[in-house]
């Protein structure tokens, strides 16, 4: 995932777009572009290994403007105004049931 956000120039380190092989270093700041926001973050000190994702929050500082948390949440409710979950494209069964029930009607008709 990283690589390919790399490859898209979503992940910027110190205002530079970052290759894939991009070494960071203490005191780097990245910004990363996720679902139409920018996050920021300061790395603060590199782990002498890989550890895991609870970990992570020791060696960055998230430095993301409350603005754009903010437009996070306008974003999400925007998109749920617009649809809700749960509707959209009928599922496969349901198709089944309207194609059934189209079926039907048209015997119906054709009996009466």
Do not use: W
């Not at 996050?39 to 020791?58: E, M, N, W, Y």
């Amino acid at each position: 995932m990283a690589t390919e956000a790399c490859k898209k120039g979503q992940i910027r380190v110190n205002e530079l777009i970052a290759k894939p092989s991009r070494e960071v270093y203490p005191m780097d700041q990245l910004v990363i572009r996720k679902n139409q926001i920018n996050f920021q973050c300061t790395v603060l000190d590199i782990p002498s290994s890989r550890l895991g994702a609870k970990l992570v929050d020791r060696y960055r500082k998230d430095t993301t403007p409350l603005e754009a948390l903010e437009q996070q949440k306008v974003a999400a409710l925007a998109q749920e105004h617009y649809r809700k979950r749960g509707t959209g494209r009928p599922t496969k069964k349901e198709r089944r049931d309207l194609s059934d029930y189209a079926q039907e009607q048209e015997e119906e008709d054709h009996e009466a």
